[in-house]
């Protein structure tokens, strides 16, 4: 046994920007030419396969596999991204299968520009891309029959994985993949028009279901290699802080310690197996150098963000006259509004193997920006990046957590500082406490109406760390702005003529990073929550304020009056259960909930009902739509009834499902999700659920009780009946 100490110069560790350029993430690839080194991978693995594009093979058995470049992580990219291409191939979907793709350009997410799944893109960057996948292989199979027959290709069809002649006459697939294989790929093949799709649309069962469910799917913690040593860390509680000391003698007592290295991040204890290294871990009596951190709480970080709301500098907007606009109006009013820091909570905690043999490296991890992580892997292991072999297993959820590079860079750190290969896991306690959070946030409102009723006025102040700063591979515009701390208020839907929406950047300390809908998750509560009591001081019905406001907004409409008609606005209900409305557009996607609540004499809130009117364009799979909507509102539900990371003498407070509860069964409302049907391109899906159900569920309260609720998680205490 014996302990190792990287020193961060001498790691000399570059920024995630830099890592992102070297890893090439700044080239867009759309098209479809197969990589070379992949094309031949491919042909070797068989002897007649045609592989046109980088997503497609079949072979002469008729097999159809799809390859996905996208990390599956529970919201059905396994099953859409085949679906999209299968549609245009007119495949037999019975004969296709999917597997997950190597790191390589050619399944960079168009929209990022990166091999990565993020930002409920992967449906909407690939809709076209994958389309013209699977049209491109068809026209060539159809090709390949025309000349065998001696026909006109026009006069031929397809169906069901088959060539179809006027008279009948069929061929498969796999009897036309020598042929077709020999043909130019067509640069513009043409696309289906929507009303002929036989598969998009439909609600077609999951690939990936059998595999979970007879536990033959692999997550990144299932990894095993030969000689494979475990590591559990001490991590420092808060960026910049400095580790002051460390009992490594105790923890190389414990029975199957085997090394104490020291990172920039932390100190690992590696182990023959977890409990040993956890127990490892946990005898090294760490003790941490906090700096300017030492007497942060909860209390100072609101202290700063108010302070933050009520001078914020950078302008988002500004309209009209806010001063003549309050002085002609029949009401004002001011609220301040406040969000915590939150954990990802991800089921499965941050892990990572990883194996550096020389100059090669290899890492089989749940990760969502597999390919940064090559270009990134690759500096922290001087090693090359077409060296750099990125496993990506199932995702245990990923909620945005997993596209942070940690816990792949520690394991590599620790794999080739110890000569073994190292299976990195945090804790739950590890995960809870390791930093990047969805930033804690608080807004200043004002607002008027007139004697109508009508909103004239609108100012927001809104005080937040910058999420666009923390990801080092964004820039934060000119004018100051973090796009992702205003988003969701700075482009609210609503007709007001006069506004100010400015932002101002505090960072009281805590790493913060992507969350689940990003900066709407906080946003949309602060301003559906605001938009409410502006309908109470006009004296208005919140659904009927709100339509009034959107009459040049038909999808925030469309959904807002879904909801409500589905919903039964305005209906009685039984006593003590009041109704409560939002709405929101957050990638691409438009969603209104209305929650049926009613709060208990002890305070604590039931939420028996949430009803929600989706418009999320043209759709894949509408069972996988409704599937994301109900968990988005669990995760979001879990949030406003519970969710708080709070920080006591510059350490988190927080460390398991105790103190960090998460929504239980018996509290599981029925929830009923409408998809509107569209003609629009493809929204995400995975997030947008999420924004509206806490501002939905507070305004019912406010409808049940009278008591307006400004600040999550809902305090149980403010609501609790004399």
């Given at each position: 046994?014996d302990?190792?100490?990287?020193d961060?110069?001498?790691?000399?560790s570059?920024?995630?920007r830099r890592?992102?350029?070297?890893?090439?993430a700044?080239a867009?690839?759309?098209g479809f030419?197969?990589p070379?080194?992949?094309?031949r991978?491919l042909?070797a693995?068989t002897a007649?396969?045609?592989?046109p594009?980088?997503?497609?093979r079949?072979?002469?058995?008729n097999r159809?596999?799809?390859?996905?470049?996208s990390?599956?992580?529970?919201?059905?990219?396994?099953?859409?991204?085949?679906m999209?291409?299968?549609?245009?191939?007119d495949?037999?979907?019975s004969?296709?299968?999917?597997?997950?793709?190597?790191?390589?350009k050619?399944y960079n997410?168009?929209?990022?520009?990166?091999?990565?799944?993020?930002?409920?893109?992967?449906?909407?960057a690939?809709?076209?891309?994958?389309?013209?996948?699977g049209?491109?292989?068809?026209?060539?199979?159809?090709?390949?029959a025309?000349?065998?027959w001696?026909?006109?290709?026009?006069?031929l069809?397809?169906a069901?994985?088959?060539v179809?002649?006027p008279?009948?006459?069929?061929?498969?697939?796999?009897?036309?993949?020598?042929?077709a294989?020999?043909?130019?790929?067509?640069?513009?093949?043409?696309?289906?028009?929507s009303?002929?799709f036989?598969?998009?649309g439909?609600?077609?069962?999951?690939l990936?279901?059998?595999?979970?469910?007879?536990?033959?799917?692999k997550?990144g913690?299932d990894a095993?290699?030969p000689?494979?040593?475990v590591?559990?860390?001490?991590?420092?509680?808060l960026?910049?802080?400095?580790?002051?000391s460390?009992n490594e003698?105790?923890?190389?007592a414990?029975?199957?310690?085997r090394?104490?290295?020291?990172l920039?991040s932390?100190?690992a204890?590696?182990a023959d197996?977890?409990?040993?290294?956890k127990t490892?871990?946990?005898?090294?009596?760490?003790q941490?150098?906090?700096?300017?951190?030492?007497?942060?709480s909860?209390?100072k970080?609101?202290a700063?963000?108010?302070?933050?709301?009520?001078?914020a500098?950078?302008?988002?907007?500004d309209?009209?006259?806010?001063?003549?606009?309050?002085?002609?109006?029949a009401?004002?009013?001011?609220?301040?509004?406040?969000?915590?820091?939150?954990?990802h909570?991800?089921m499965?905690p941050m892990?990572?193997?990883a194996?550096?043999?020389?100059?090669?490296?290899?890492?089989?991890a749940?990760t969502?920006?597999?390919?940064?992580?090559?270009?990134?892997?690759?500096?922290v292991?001087?090693a090359?990046?077409?060296?750099?072999?990125i496993?990506t297993?199932m995702l245990?959820?990923?909620?945005?957590?997993?596209f942070?590079?940690?816990?792949?860079?520690?394991?590599?750190l620790?794999?080739?500082i110890?000569?073994?290969p190292?299976?990195l896991?945090?804790?739950r306690e590890?995960?809870?406490?390791?930093?990047?959070y969805?930033?804690?946030s608080?807004?200043?409102?004002?607002?008027?109406?007139?004697?109508?009723?009508?909103p004239?006025?609108?100012?927001?102040?809104?005080?937040?760390?910058?999420?666009?700063?923390?990801?080092?591979?964004?820039?934060?515009?000119?004018?100051?702005?973090?796009?992702?701390?205003?988003?969701?208020?700075?482009d609210?839907?609503?007709?007001?003529?006069?506004?100010?929406i400015?932002y101002g950047?505090?960072?009281?300390?805590p790493?913060?990073?992507?969350?689940?809908?990003v900066?709407?998750?906080?946003?949309?509560?602060f301003?559906?929550g605001?938009?409410?009591?502006?309908a109470a001081?006009a004296?208005?019905?919140?659904?009927?304020f709100?339509r009034?406001?959107l009459?040049?907004?038909?999808?925030?409409k469309?959904?807002?009056?879904?909801?409500a008609e589905?919903?039964?606005w305005?209906k009685?209900l039984p006593?003590?259960?009041?109704?409560?409305?939002a709405?929101?557009q957050s990638?691409g996607?438009y969603?209104?909930e209305?929650a049926?609540v009613?709060?208990?004499a002890d305070?604590?809130?039931?939420v028996?009902?949430?009803?929600?009117?989706?418009d999320?364009?043209?759709?894949v799979?509408p069972?996988?739509i409704?599937?994301q909507?109900e968990?988005a509102?669990?995760?979001?539900?879990?949030?406003?009834?519970?969710?708080?990371i709070?920080l006591?003498?510059?350490?988190?407070?927080q460390?398991?499902f105790?103190?960090?509860p998460?929504l239980r069964?018996?509290?599981?409302?029925?929830?009923?999700?409408?998809?509107l049907?569209?003609?629009e391109?493809p929204?995400g899906i995975?997030?947008?659920g999420?924004?509206?159900?806490?501002?939905?569920?507070v305004?019912a309260?406010?409808?049940?009780?009278g008591?307006?609720l400004r600040s999550?998680?809902?305090d149980?205490?403010a609501?609790?009946?004399?």
């Amino acid at each position: 046994m014996d302990h190792t100490t990287l020193d961060a110069t001498a790691l000399n560790s570059p920024s995630r920007r830099r890592f992102l350029k070297t890893s090439g993430a700044a080239a867009l690839v759309v098209g479809f030419a197969l990589p070379t080194a992949t094309g031949r991978a491919l042909a070797a693995s068989t002897a007649a396969v045609f592989a046109p594009n980088a997503y497609l093979r079949i072979t002469p058995d008729n097999r159809v596999t799809v390859v996905c470049g996208s990390a599956e992580m529970g919201q059905g990219v396994l099953t859409a991204i085949p679906m999209l291409l299968a549609e245009e191939l007119d495949a037999d979907w019975s004969k296709v299968s999917v597997e997950q793709a190597p790191v390589d350009k050619a399944y960079n997410n168009p929209m990022f520009g990166m091999q990565a799944t993020g930002g409920s893109t992967t449906v909407r960057a690939h809709w076209e891309p994958l389309r013209k996948a699977g049209a491109a292989a068809r026209e060539m199979l159809v090709a390949a029959a025309a000349e065998r027959w001696k026909l006109d290709a026009s006069s031929l069809r397809t169906a069901n994985g088959q060539v179809i002649a006027p008279n009948g006459k069929k061929l498969s697939y796999g009897a036309l993949v020598a042929a077709a294989s020999a043909r130019a790929v067509p640069a513009n093949p043409t696309l289906k028009d929507s009303k002929d799709f036989k598969l998009l649309g439909k609600p077609l069962k999951r690939l990936d279901t059998p595999a979970k469910v007879n536990g033959t799917a692999k997550y990144g913690i299932d990894a095993q290699v030969p000689g494979l040593l475990v590591a559990v860390m001490a991590r420092a509680p808060l960026p910049g802080a400095k580790l002051a000391s460390a009992n490594e003698a105790k923890a190389k007592a414990v029975k199957g310690v085997r090394q104490v290295i020291t990172l920039p991040s932390g100190v690992a204890v590696l182990a023959d197996g977890y409990w040993a290294a956890k127990t490892g871990r946990d005898a090294l009596e760490v003790q941490w150098d906090l700096g300017a951190h030492a007497d942060l709480s909860s209390a100072k970080v609101s202290a700063m963000l108010t302070e933050g709301a009520d001078g914020a500098e950078s302008v988002a907007t500004d309209v009209g006259n806010l001063r003549d606009a309050a002085a002609n109006s029949a009401a004002t009013l001011d609220a301040l509004y406040e969000a915590p820091y939150l954990a990802h909570a991800c089921m499965e905690p941050m892990n990572c193997t990883a194996w550096v043999k020389g100059d090669e490296v290899e890492i089989w991890a749940g990760t969502q920006s597999q390919g940064p992580a090559q270009g990134i892997l690759a500096q922290v292991a001087q090693a090359t990046p077409a060296k750099v072999k990125i496993n990506t297993m199932m995702l245990g959820g990923g909620f945005g957590r997993r596209f942070a590079p940690d816990f792949a860079i520690d394991a590599t750190l620790l794999s080739k500082i110890s000569g073994k290969p190292v299976k990195l896991i945090y804790s739950r306690e590890d995960d809870m406490t390791a930093g990047f959070y969805r930033p804690a946030s608080v807004a200043r409102f004002s607002g008027a109406v007139d004697a109508q009723g009508k909103p004239t006025m609108l100012s927001v102040g809104v005080g937040s760390p910058s999420i666009m700063a923390a990801s080092g591979f964004m820039k934060i515009p000119d004018n100051g702005v973090d796009e992702l701390a205003m988003e969701g208020i700075a482009d609210h839907p609503y007709d007001i003529a006069n506004q100010r929406i400015a932002y101002g950047r505090r960072e009281p300390g805590p790493q913060v990073w992507f969350w689940r809908s990003v900066g709407h998750s906080q946003n949309i509560f602060f301003i559906e929550g605001f938009i409410d009591e502006m309908a109470a001081a006009a004296k208005k019905d919140p659904f009927e304020f709100r339509r009034g406001l959107l009459s040049q907004q038909p999808r925030y409409k469309g959904v807002l009056e879904a909801a409500a008609e589905k919903a039964g606005w305005g209906k009685p209900l039984p006593a003590g259960v009041a109704r409560g409305i939002a709405v929101a557009q957050s990638f691409g996607s438009y969603v209104a909930e209305v929650a049926e609540v009613s709060v208990g004499a002890d305070g604590v809130p039931k939420v028996h009902r949430v009803v929600a009117a989706v418009d999320c364009g043209m759709t894949v799979n509408p069972e996988i739509i409704r599937r994301q909507i109900e968990g988005a509102i669990v995760y979001g539900l879990s949030a406003a009834l519970y969710g708080k990371i709070t920080l006591k003498d510059g350490k988190v407070e927080q460390g398991n499902f105790h103190d960090y509860p998460i929504l239980r069964m018996n509290e599981m409302p029925k929830v009923e999700v409408h998809i509107l049907p569209s003609t629009e391109k493809p929204g995400g899906i995975g997030e947008p659920g999420t924004p509206p159900i806490a501002p939905a569920v507070v305004n019912a309260i406010y409808a049940a009780t009278g008591k307006r609720l400004r600040s999550l998680p809902i305090d149980a205490s403010a609501l609790k009946k004399a």
